[in-house]
C-alpha cells in the first residue's frame, strides 16, 4: 500500500515537471536515466521435462545501453519461481545470486508431480517496481516421457482484433490495419474473414497465417460503421466490431518493403491547427532523431535510408505542441553486429564419444569478441526441438520492450521480417508515458537490491529514539555470524547486503546501554520488535486450468521405445533401493542438522537441563543452575569447567548470560573418561539459542529479541557427467539422459575462441547444442548447431 501511495505520488510530481519542461527529446532522455528498464533472461536446458528431471537454467539480467548493447545490471538477488498450473497456483521460488548481472541454479521435478504446463518466472526488487511487463516469464511442459504438451481450448471460442497503423483510425486516407486472431489461451491461430460496412458490402477479404496474423488496407468513409466477420480453422463464425474512426488529429505510416533500401514515412493530418508537429526516432530509451514535419496538402513524406538506420527495435513517435505524443510505430531491423560459429572435431560420432566443439565469436569485420556463454546439449529424438525457441538475442532487443507478448514459440522471428511487422502494428511500446516521463532531480526513486536485506522497526511506549540492534545469523553448520546496527529516530532499521545460503536461523536483539554507578555500561534488552516482510508478485488465481492435448510421439520410434524400456529398469530399480532403505530409516516430520557443539560426548550428556519461558526471571544462569539441580548434589563454582556452545569459556563469562538467550544445559559428570572432564570435574555446556542450527526462531518471544527464518541464495550444483568406466555395482550402465551436457559458464577469450567437450550418450540419436551469451561488448548472440550420432560411426578427421 505505501509502495502504491509513493508511486502516485511520483507520478503526479513528475506530470508537473512534464508540462513545465515541455520538451518530448528532453523528457525521454531523462526517463531513461531514471528508470533504466532491467531485461532479465533465463536459459534453460530443453523446453520440455519429465518427472524426477532437473531444470537448469542460467540467469542473464541486464540494462539497455547505446544501440543494441547491454550492460550488466547491478541487482544480485533475483527471484525465480516454478508455479504450478492450478485454480490456486503454488509457486516454488529460489533465491539466485547474480555476479555482474549472471547467475545459475536448477529446479528438481519430484517424482509425482503431475504433468502440466508450468510457469518460470524471474524477477528482481527492481523489476517489481515496473509490473508483470518487466518479468521474465515462460511457459514449461513437464510431462510423460515420449508425450509433448499443446495448449488445448474451446473450438469455438476465439478473438479478433484490428490495430490501426500509428494508433488511431482517421476518417477518408487509406490506412493500414493489422489483424490478430487467438484462441482462449492466447496462442495465435489461422482465420478466414472479410471486413463489411452497415449496408453489407464487401470491402475487403483477409486471412491470418498460423500465427494469426494478417494485415488489410482500405479508406474508411466518414460516418460509416464498419464490422468483420471471421471464421476459424474448425468452421466456427464470430462477429466483430471496427475501431471508431476519428475525424480530427494524424495519422502514422511506416513503409519497409516497396523500396529495398529506403524506409519510407508518411503522416496525414486532418483539422489540425497546431504548432507544427515534430517525429522522433527512440531505441533503448534514446532519442536517435528528432525531425520537424513539413506538410504539403496536409501530408509529410520522409524516405530515410535503411543504412543509416540503427538495427533492432526502433519506434517512431509523433509529438505535438512539443511534448505530446500523438502516436507511434514500432519497426525492427536485422542486425549483423555479432556473429557465432560452432565446429566440431570430426565430422561423424558413435555413441559414448567424446565430443570436442569449438565455437568462434566475432563482429561483422571478423575481429575477435570475447565473452561469455551457456550451452545446453540435448537428445533432440527424446526432446523436440522447437522451430522458433526463446533465444536471448531476440528477447533483449525486441520481445522484452513489447507489452503484448507473443508466446516464445509462436514468435515470428526477423527471418520473417513481414509477419514480424504486422505484429509490431499491433503493439505499444513500453515507454509510451504521455505525462509521466521524468522526474525533477534526474535519480530513480527504486533502489537496486545488491544483497539480501531485513527491514524492521522497533517500538517501544517507554521510550522514543533510536535502538542499538544486533543481528546473530546461524549458517547451516551451526555457526553464529554477528552484525551490529542501529534504528533511526523512529526505530526503523535495515541490514543490507547480506549473503549466505540455503534457510538460516536469524536472531535479532534491540538494547540500551545503561551507565551504571561503577562507570561499566550494561544492555537493556528491550522494545518490540517488527520485521516488515519484503512485497512480492503475487500469483495470480486462474479463472480455469488450461485443457493440454498430450501427443505421443513416441509411436513408431524404435529408439525411443528402448530408451522408455531403459528408463523402466532403471527407475524400478531406484524404487527398490527406496524400498530397501526404508527398513533402516525413520522418516520425521523435520530434518535436523547435525549439532557441532555436542561432538565432544557424542551429543549424549550425563544431564540435559531445559531452560523453558518460565524461568527467564531468574537473575543469571548460575542462579538458575543452584536452585534447579542443588538436589542433585552438583556444585556450580569457578574452579568447574564452562563451556558455551561447545567452546571454553571462563566463568565470569558463563555468569554474565542472559537467561532468555539459553535454550540447553548439558551436564558431563566424567564417569567415562572425556576431553572436557579435565582433573575430574564436572563440565557443563551452555547451549545458546543462537547456536543451535536447528532452532525454531519463529517461536521467540522475548522483548527485545526477533527470531525469524530468512530464505538464502540457492546453492549451486554442478551437472552430473557419467564415468567412462561404469561402477561395478551399478545396476545398468545404460545411459540415455534427455540433457547430455550442461554448463553454465563458459569463458570465451580474447580472441573470440572457447572450447567445449563432453561424452555422448549411449543414443543413436540427433544430438541438438544450443549457445546462449552475451559479449564483453554487451552483445548478445545465440547460435546452434547439430551432431548427427550413428551406431558404428567411424570417426573422420
Given at each position: 500500500?505505501?509502495?502504491?501511495?509513493?508511486?502516485?505520488?511520483?507520478?503526479?510530481?513528475?506530470?508537473?515537471?512534464?508540462?513545465?519542461?515541455?520538451?518530448?527529446?528532453?523528457?525521454?532522455?531523462?526517463?531513461?536515466?531514471?528508470?533504466?528498464?532491467?531485461?532479465?533472461?533465463?536459459?534453460?536446458?530443453?523446453?520440455?521435462?519429465?518427472?524426477?528431471?532437473?531444470?537448469?537454467?542460467?540467469?542473464?539480467?541486464?540494462?539497455?545501453?547505446?544501440?543494441?548493447?547491454?550492460?550488466?545490471?547491478?541487482?544480485?538477488?533475483?527471484?525465480?519461481?516454478?508455479?504450478?498450473?492450478?485454480?490456486?497456483?503454488?509457486?516454488?521460488?529460489?533465491?539466485?545470486?547474480?555476479?555482474?548481472?549472471?547467475?545459475?541454479?536448477?529446479?528438481?521435478?519430484?517424482?509425482?508431480?503431475?504433468?502440466?504446463?508450468?510457469?518460470?518466472?524471474?524477477?528482481?526488487?527492481?523489476?517489481?517496481?515496473?509490473?508483470?511487463?518487466?518479468?521474465?516469464?515462460?511457459?514449461?511442459?513437464?510431462?510423460?516421457?515420449?508425450?509433448?504438451?499443446?495448449?488445448?481450448?474451446?473450438?469455438?471460442?476465439?478473438?479478433?482484433?484490428?490495430?490501426?497503423?500509428?494508433?488511431?483510425?482517421?476518417?477518408?486516407?487509406?490506412?493500414?490495419?493489422?489483424?490478430?486472431?487467438?484462441?482462449?489461451?492466447?496462442?495465435?491461430?489461422?482465420?478466414?474473414?472479410i471486413l463489411i460496412t452497415e449496408n453489407k458490402d464487401t470491402l475487403c477479404t483477409f486471412r491470418t497465417d498460423e500465427f494469426g496474423l494478417g494485415k488489410i488496407s482500405f479508406k474508411p468513409v466518414p460516418y460509416l460503421n464498419y464490422e468483420i466477420q471471421a471464421t476459424n480453422q474448425f468452421g466456427f463464425s464470430r462477429s466483430f466490431a471496427f475501431s471508431e474512426l476519428d475525424y480530427q488529429g494524424y495519422s502514422l505510416e511506416v513503409d519497409l518493403f516497396s523500396k529495398e533500401d529506403f524506409v519510407k514515412i508518411t503522416v496525414w493530418r486532418a483539422d489540425v491547427n497546431t504548432s507544427p508537429a515534430r517525429l522522433f526516432q527512440i531505441q533503448n530509451g534514446s532519442v536517435l532523431l528528432e525531425i520537424e514535419l513539413e506538410f504539403e496538402e496536409d501530408k509529410a513524406i520522409i524516405e530515410y535510408p535503411k543504412k543509416d538506420l540503427p538495427p533492432g527495435l526502433l519506434v517512431f513517435k509523433l509529438v505535438e505542441n512539443g511534448f505530446e505524443p500523438i502516436a507511434e510505430r514500432l519497426i525492427y531491423l536485422e542486425d549483423g553486429d555479432i556473429e557465432i560459429s560452432i565446429f566440431s572435431s570430426k565430422k561423424n560420432f558413435a555413441p559414448k564419444d567424446k565430443v570436442e566443439l569449438e565455437i568462434l565469436l566475432s563482429d561483422v569485420l571478423g575481429n575477435p569478441e570475447a565473452g561469455e556463454f551457456s550451452i545446453s546439449v540435448t537428445d533432440a529424438k527424446q526432446v523436440p526441438v522447437e522451430k522458433r525457441p526463446a533465444n536471448i538475442k531476440t528477447y533483449t532487443t525486441?520481445?522484452?520492450?513489447?507489452?503484448?507478448?507473443?508466446?516464445?514459440?509462436?514468435?515470428?522471428?526477423?527471418?520473417?521480417?513481414?509477419?514480424?511487422?504486422?505484429?509490431?502494428?499491433?503493439?505499444?511500446?513500453?515507454?509510451?508515458?504521455?505525462?509521466?516521463?521524468?522526474?525533477?532531480?534526474?535519480?530513480?526513486?527504486?533502489?537496486?537490491?545488491?544483497?539480501?536485506?531485513?527491514?524492521?522497526?522497533?517500538?517501544?511506549?517507554?521510550?522514543?529514539?533510536?535502538?542499538?540492534?544486533?543481528?546473530?545469523?546461524?549458517?547451516?553448520?551451526?555457526?553464529?555470524?554477528?552484525?551490529?546496527?542501529?534504528?533511526?529516530?523512529?526505530?526503523?532499521?535495515?541490514?543490507?547486503?547480506?549473503?549466505?545460503?540455503?534457510?538460516?536461523?536469524?536472531?535479532?536483539?534491540?538494547?540500551?546501554?545503561?551507565?551504571?554507578?561503577?562507570?561499566?555500561?550494561?544492555?537493556?534488552?528491550?522494545?518490540?520488535?517488527?520485521?516488515?516482510?519484503?512485497?512480492?508478485?503475487?500469483?495470480?488465481?486462474?479463472?480455469?486450468?488450461?485443457?493440454?492435448?498430450?501427443?505421443?510421439?513416441?509411436?513408431?520410434?524404435?529408439?525411443?521405445?528402448?530408451?522408455?524400456?531403459?528408463?523402466?529398469?532403471?527407475?524400478?530399480?531406484?524404487?527398490?533401493?527406496?524400498?530397501?532403505?526404508?527398513?533402516?530409516?525413520?522418516?520425521?516430520?523435520?530434518?535436523?542438522?547435525?549439532?557441532?557443539?555436542?561432538?565432544?560426548?557424542?551429543?549424549?550428556?550425563?544431564?540435559?537441563?531445559?531452560?523453558?519461558?518460565?524461568?527467564?526471571?531468574?537473575?543469571?544462569?548460575?542462579?538458575?543452575?543452584?536452585?534447579?539441580?542443588?538436589?542433585?548434589?552438583?556444585?556450580?563454582?569457578?574452579?568447574?569447567?564452562?563451556?558455551?556452545?561447545?567452546?571454553?569459556?571462563?566463568?565470569?563469562?558463563?555468569?554474565?548470560?542472559?537467561?532468555?538467550?539459553?535454550?540447553?544445559?548439558?551436564?558431563?559428570?566424567?564417569?567415562?573418561?572425556?576431553?572436557?572432564?579435565?582433573?575430574?570435574?564436572?563440565?557443563?555446556?551452555?547451549?545458546?539459542?543462537?547456536?543451535?542450527?536447528?532452532?525454531?526462531?519463529?517461536?521467540?518471544?522475548?522483548?527485545?529479541?526477533?527470531?525469524?527464518?530468512?530464505?538464502?541464495?540457492?546453492?549451486?550444483?554442478?551437472?552430473?557427467?557419467?564415468?567412462?568406466?561404469?561402477?561395478?555395482?551399478?545396476?545398468?550402465?545404460?545411459?540415455?539422459?534427455?540433457?547430455?551436457?550442461?554448463?553454465?559458464?563458459?569463458?570465451?577469450?580474447?580472441?573470440?575462441?572457447?572450447?567445449?567437450?563432453?561424452?555422448?550418450?549411449?543414443?543413436?540419436?540427433?544430438?541438438?547444442?544450443?549457445?546462449?551469451?552475451?559479449?564483453?561488448?554487451?552483445?548478445?548472440?545465440?547460435?546452434?548447431?547439430?551432431?548427427?550420432?550413428?551406431?558404428?560411426?567411424?570417426?573422420?578427421?
Open positions: 500500500m505505501l509502495r502504491n501511495l509513493m508511486i502516485l505520488l511520483i507520478f503526479y510530481f513528475v506530470t508537473i515537471c512534464v508540462y513545465g519542461q515541455k520538451d518530448y527529446g528532453e523528457i525521454v532522455k531523462k526517463y531513461g536515466e531514471a528508470f533504466p528498464f532491467e531485461k532479465i533472461f533465463l536459459h534453460t536446458d530443453k523446453p520440455y521435462y519429465f518427472p524426477s528431471d532437473t531444470i537448469w537454467f542460467k540467469a542473464y539480467a541486464t540494462n539497455p545501453s547505446e544501440g543494441l548493447t547491454q550492460s550488466m545490471s547491478p541487482s544480485v538477488p533475483l527471484y525465480v519461481e516454478l508455479i504450478s498450473p492450478s485454480i490456486l497456483p503454488i509457486a516454488i521460488k529460489k533465491v539466485i545470486k547474480l555476479t555482474k548481472g549472471k547467475g545459475h541454479g536448477d529446479f528438481v521435478i519430484p517424482r509425482d508431480l503431475k504433468p502440466g504446463v508450468y510457469k518460470l518466472r524471474a524477477y528482481t526488487t527492481y523489476s517489481m517496481n515496473f509490473g508483470e511487463q518487466a518479468f521474465f516469464e515462460r511457459n514449461v511442459f513437464i510431462s510423460d516421457f515420449g508425450h509433448a504438451g499443446v495448449l488445448k481450448g474451446d473450438n469455438s471460442e476465439f478473438k479478433l482484433s484490428l490495430y490501426p497503423e500509428g494508433g488511431a483510425v482517421l476518417a477518408g486516407n487509406q490506412q493500414n490495419f493489422a489483424i490478430r486472431s487467438v484462441d482462449e489461451n492466447g496462442n495465435g491461430i489461422p482465420v478466414n474473414g525486441l520481445t522484452s520492450e513489447l507489452v503484448v507478448k507473443q508466446p516464445f514459440h509462436e514468435f515470428p522471428f526477423s527471418q520473417e521480417p513481414e509477419k514480424l511487422d504486422n505484429y509490431l502494428i499491433s503493439q505499444s511500446w513500453r515507454s509510451f508515458l504521455p505525462d509521466i516521463e521524468i522526474l525533477k532531480n534526474e535519480k530513480s526513486p527504486y533502489n537496486v537490491e545488491t544483497g539480501l536485506s531485513i527491514l524492521g522497526e522497533v517500538t517501544d511506549n517507554r521510550k522514543e529514539g533510536s535502538w542499538n540492534l544486533r543481528l546473530i545469523l546461524i549458517d547451516k553448520d551451526g555457526y553464529p555470524e554477528i552484525m551490529e546496527g542501529h534504528t533511526d529516530e523512529e526505530g526503523r532499521f535495515v541490514f543490507l547486503g547480506m549473503d549466505f545460503q540455503d534457510t538460516v536461523g536469524v536472531y535479532i536483539q534491540s538494547f540500551q546501554d545503561k551507565q551504571r554507578r561503577k562507570g561499566n555500561v550494561k544492555e537493556l534488552k528491550m522494545g518490540n520488535i517488527q520485521i516488515h516482510e519484503t512485497e512480492k508478485p503475487p500469483i495470480k488465481p486462474r479463472e480455469k486450468v488450461e485443457q493440454i492435448e498430450w501427443r505421443n510421439f513416441m509411436e513408431g520410434e524404435p529408439y525411443l521405445q528402448h530408451v522408455n524400456y531403459v528408463n523402466g529398469i532403471l527407475r524400478r530399480s531406484f524404487l527398490m533401493q527406496e524400498y530397501d532403505l526404508e527398513e533402516f530409516v525413520v522418516k520425521g516430520n523435520r530434518a535436523f542438522r547435525s549439532d557441532p557443539r555436542t561432538i565432544a560426548y557424542n551429543n549424549n550428556p550425563d544431564i540435559r537441563l531445559r531452560v523453558p519461558e518460565e524461568v527467564y526471571n531468574y537473575f543469571s544462569i548460575i542462579e538458575l543452575l543452584n536452585a534447579r539441580a542443588l538436589r542433585r548434589g552438583l556444585a556450580f563454582t569457578p574452579d568447574q569447567t564452562y563451556l558455551i556452545d561447545g567452546n571454553f569459556a571462563p566463568y565470569p563469562i558463563v555468569a554474565s548470560l542472559r537467561v532468555s538467550d539459553i535454550e540447553f544445559v548439558d551436564i558431563i559428570l566424567g564417569r567415562t573418561p572425556s576431553q572436557l572432564n579435565i582433573g575430574g570435574r564436572t563440565a557443563y555446556n551452555i547451549l545458546t539459542k543462537e547456536g543451535n542450527p536447528n532452532f525454531d526462531w519463529s517461536a521467540v518471544k522475548v522483548e527485545g529479541t526477533k527470531g525469524l527464518k530468512l530464505q538464502g541464495y540457492a546453492p549451486t550444483r554442478e551437472f552430473f557427467i557419467p564415468p567412462d568406466k561404469q561402477d561395478i555395482n551399478s545396476p545398468i550402465s545404460l545411459d540415455f539422459r534427455s540433457t547430455v551436457y550442461w554448463n553454465p559458464s563458459v569463458n570465451i577469450d580474447q580472441y573470440g575462441k572457447a572450447l567445449v567437450s563432453f561424452p555422448l550418450s549411449d543414443g543413436a540419436t540427433i544430438v541438438h547444442v544450443e549457445v546462449q551469451g552475451i559479449s564483453d561488448k554487451g552483445v548478445p548472440f545465440y547460435g546452434t548447431y547439430q551432431i548427427e550420432v550413428r551406431d558404428g560411426a567411424f570417426a573422420e578427421k
